[in-house]
């Protein structure tokens, strides 16, 4: 005999025990509880949560309408199983959620609770990511910064009569993630498999080679060249010379690595963080010929970096990207600022992080970081001590006192430090943004602001040398008083180290992602130095 029908009495009696007074639990605290034991032993097979309890999840769901069966009202479940298609859209997959696609006729209280469950798990993975980001590529945070995260409630709707509105409003809202998926779904559903370009070898600006109209197709269909009239591709051979501008004959054959062609070339590297030198070479080859499998799943895996990254979003932020070697500045969630920044190299990576901008330092001296000290400087200076002199560098102990290189066993140096005083030579500049962290990482100058023009950035020990990082100080300043902003206008022009408390400032999320998209939803993928994307290929693979 068929279970009854869930009824509203049925699933207050289950979950009503489970009920809080109205303190929601915010979404990835400590305090998250797993389901009670007697909801599982109920309905076992309850799709469960990473950020909150599902007994929660499930008591906020249908309190709203006094436990009331949600899916036994079928335009509801029709727009689920539209809701959940589309979420394809967004690199998940719908059949993550394979219970509530086989639902039919009427729902006995378990299936019900099922349903709901695996509802609320794709609202999850849509706001928060499919994946725990901590067990993947884990980021440092303070203790403090899950107070600040959005509750439960905010990203379930209150009413959930309307899926369609529930599902938009748990969707991250920041243009990166938006234009990178629509990217994500123009490649899925065009399908522009492109004719390899073959080996060979290098072909520099000037040159001809066969491989050169390959390399003019590849880019004008990803946007980087314009493509032909239509009149002319149309019309062979005579449409096309009738086309011609007057100054043809300046053009150069079709199988040359000419100007246009060459600055289209340029743009693709840059893009793809590769070197912007307008050659045809074997790194740019493989970018041009990444298969278009490879392309989608680097998408995929980028949303989910997204995701991660728009759910710790605050009003405030200066967002980095160590891949791309690009800092941007939000407000409201609108970007208001974009530089280049410079971010530490293959095994000295900048970590990932979150934290708060409270300090800024004028003039800095910079006391060189154990590992520099001990990989790149104490080598150094046992070769010659006029190292010291020609850096510019003193030697002191752990109270600040200066002391002798002479007197020290450089093959056996104890008790000591490195630190260069304020100048045009300190490699932190002329200021230093600071967020507390327990890893020595912080923002800023720097007196090498040629190295800015290079396409590949991944050059530091870990901190993040900024392009025109005065420009954040300058904003933080003019929030201050008028006798402030003086005092510190004195401090900058004294040429002494100063401290600048800053109250309430931006937060900063150093953050790794591989891929973007632009306006006209055009892929662009960077390189990936530090090797991150391979374990969240995996993931999505194997999920």
Same mark, same amino acid.
């Given at each position: 005999?068929?279970?009854?029908?869930?009824?509203?009495?049925?699933?207050? %009696?289950?979950?009503?025990?489970?009920?809080?007074?109205?303190?929601?639990?915010?979404?990835?605290?400590?305090?998250?509880?797993?389901?009670?034991?007697? #909801?599982?032993?109920? +309905?076992?097979? &309850?799709?469960?949560?990473?950020?909150?309890?599902?007994?929660?999840?499930?008591?906020?769901?249908?309190?709203h309408?006094?436990?009331?069966?949600?899916?036994?009202?079928?335009?509801? %479940?029709?727009?689920l199983?539209?809701?959940?298609?589309?979420?394809?859209?967004?690199?998940?997959?719908?059949a993550?959620?394979?219970?509530?696609?086989?639902?039919?006729?009427?729902?006995?209280? +378990?299936?019900?609770?099922?349903?709901?469950?695996?509802y609320?798990?794709?609202?999850e993975?849509?706001?928060?990511?499919?994946?725990?980001?901590?067990?993947?590529?884990?980021?440092?945070a303070?203790?403090?910064?899950?107070?600040?995260? $959005?509750? &439960?409630?905010?990203?379930?709707?209150?009413?959930?009569?309307?899926?369609?509105?529930?599902?938009?409003a748990?969707?991250?809202? &920041?243009?990166?993630?938006?234009? #990178?998926?629509?990217?994500? /779904?123009?490649?899925?559903?065009?399908?522009?498999?492109?004719?390899?370009?073959?080996?060979?070898?290098?072909?520099?600006?000037?040159?001809?080679d066969?491989?050169?109209?390959? #390399?003019a197709?590849?880019?004008?269909?990803?946007?980087?060249?314009?493509?032909?009239?239509?009149?002319?591709?149309?019309?062979?051979?005579?449409?096309?010379?009738?086309?011609?501008?007057?100054?043809?004959?300046?053009?150069?054959?079709?199988?040359? !690595?000419?100007?246009?062609?060459?600055?289209?070339?340029?743009?693709?590297?840059?893009?793809?963080?590769?070197?912007?030198?307008?050659?045809?070479?074997p790194?740019?080859?493989?970018?041009?010929?990444?298969?278009?499998?490879?392309?989608?799943?680097?998408?995929?895996?980028?949303?989910e970096?997204?995701?991660?990254?728009?759910?710790? !979003?605050?009003?405030? /932020?200066?967002?980095?990207n160590?891949?791309?070697? &690009?800092? %941007?500045?939000?407000?409201?969630?609108?970007?208001?600022?974009q530089?280049?920044?410079?971010?530490?190299? $293959?095994g000295?990576?900048?970590?990932?992080?979150?934290?708060?901008?409270?300090?800024?330092? #004028?003039?800095?001296?910079?006391?060189v970081?154990?590992?520099?000290?001990?990989e790149?400087?104490?080598?150094?200076?046992?070769e010659?001590?006029?190292?010291?002199?020609?850096?510019?560098?003193?030697?002191i102990?752990?109270?600040?006192?200066?002391?002798?290189?002479q007197?020290?066993?450089?093959?056996?140096?104890?008790?000591?430090?490195?630190?260069?005083?304020?100048?045009?030579?300190?490699?932190?500049?002329?200021?230093?943004?600071?967020?507390?962290?327990?890893?020595?990482?912080?923002?800023?100058?720097?007196?090498?602001?040629?190295?800015?023009s290079?396409?590949?950035?991944?050059?530091?020990?870990? +901190?993040?040398?900024v392009?025109?990082?005065?420009?954040?100080?300058?904003?933080?300043?003019?929030r201050?008083?008028?006798?402030?902003?003086?005092?510190?206008?004195?401090?900058?022009?004294?040429?002494?180290?100063?401290?600048?408390?800053?109250?309430?400032?931006?937060?900063?999320?150093?953050?790794?992602?591989?891929?973007?998209?632009?306006?006209?939803?055009?892929? %662009?993928?960077?390189?990936?130095?530090?090797?991150?994307?391979?374990?969240?290929?995996?993931?999505?693979?194997?999920?």
């Amino acid at each position: 005999m068929p279970a009854a029908a869930a009824s509203q009495s049925d699933i207050a %009696r289950l979950l009503s025990p489970y009920a809080q007074p109205a303190s929601p639990v915010a979404a990835d605290s400590p305090e998250s509880s797993p389901a009670p034991a007697h #909801l599982l032993a109920t +309905c076992p097979h &309850l799709a469960q949560l990473r950020t909150a309890g599902i007994a929660e999840a499930l008591v906020t769901l249908y309190q709203h309408g006094e436990y009331a069966p949600l899916w036994e009202d079928r335009y509801r %479940r029709d727009a689920l199983l539209a809701e959940l298609a589309r979420l394809a859209d967004d690199g998940l997959y719908p059949a993550d959620y394979p219970f509530s696609q086989q639902i039919s006729g009427e729902l006995d209280l +378990c299936a019900e609770l099922q349903v709901s469950s695996e509802y609320l798990q794709a609202l999850e993975h849509l706001a928060r990511g499919r994946f725990d980001q901590q067990r993947l590529e884990p980021m440092w945070a303070p203790e403090e910064a899950g107070n600040d995260r $959005p509750a &439960l409630s905010d990203w379930m709707r209150e009413d959930l009569t309307d899926v369609s509105a529930a599902f938009e409003a748990a969707r991250p809202d &920041l243009g990166l993630y938006l234009d #990178l998926r629509r990217a994500y /779904v123009r490649l899925r559903d065009e399908r522009p498999e492109y004719e390899p370009i073959a080996d060979g070898e290098l072909v520099r600006p000037g040159e001809q080679d066969p491989r050169v109209m390959q #390399l003019a197709t590849r880019l004008r269909a990803a946007g980087y060249l314009p493509a032909p009239s239509p009149t002319a591709a149309q019309g062979g051979a005579d449409e096309a010379l009738a086309q011609m501008p007057a100054d043809a004959a300046d053009q150069p054959p079709a199988d040359t !690595l000419g100007p246009e062609l060459e600055a289209a070339l340029r743009h693709f590297q840059e893009d793809n963080g590769l070197k912007t030198d307008g050659v045809l070479g074997p790194n740019t080859l493989a970018a041009l010929n990444l298969p278009l499998q490879d392309r989608l799943d680097i998408a995929r895996i980028n949303l989910e970096r997204l995701r991660w990254i728009h759910a710790m !979003l605050q009003d405030e /932020v200066l967002l980095v990207n160590s891949a791309a070697n &690009l800092l %941007r500045q939000y407000q409201d969630g609108e970007r208001v600022w974009q530089t280049r920044v410079i971010t530490g190299r $293959p095994g000295r990576e900048t970590p990932l992080l979150e934290s708060r901008l409270n300090r800024v330092t #004028l003039n800095p001296d910079w006391t060189v970081p154990p590992t520099i000290r001990k990989e790149d400087m104490i080598p150094a200076i046992r070769e010659d001590l006029a190292y010291l002199e020609r850096k510019g560098l003193i030697v002191i102990d752990y109270q600040g006192n200066r002391l002798d290189p002479q007197t020290i066993d450089w093959h056996d140096p104890r008790g000591i430090m490195l630190r260069q005083p304020p100048g045009p030579r300190n490699p932190l500049g002329q200021l230093v943004l600071r967020f507390d962290n327990p890893l020595a990482i912080y923002l800023h100058d720097t007196p090498d602001r040629h190295l800015f023009s290079r396409s590949q950035r991944n050059i530091s020990s870990g +901190c993040v040398r900024v392009e025109g990082v005065e420009q954040v100080a300058d904003t933080l300043f003019s929030r201050m008083d008028a006798s402030k902003r003086a005092r510190v206008e004195r401090q900058r022009a004294s040429r002494t180290t100063h401290q600048v408390a800053i109250e309430q400032g931006p937060q900063v999320i150093l953050g790794y992602w591989t891929a973007e998209a632009d306006n006209e939803a055009q892929l %662009r993928l960077t390189q990936d130095p530090y090797g991150k994307d391979p374990a969240l290929l995996a993931a999505f693979a194997d999920r």
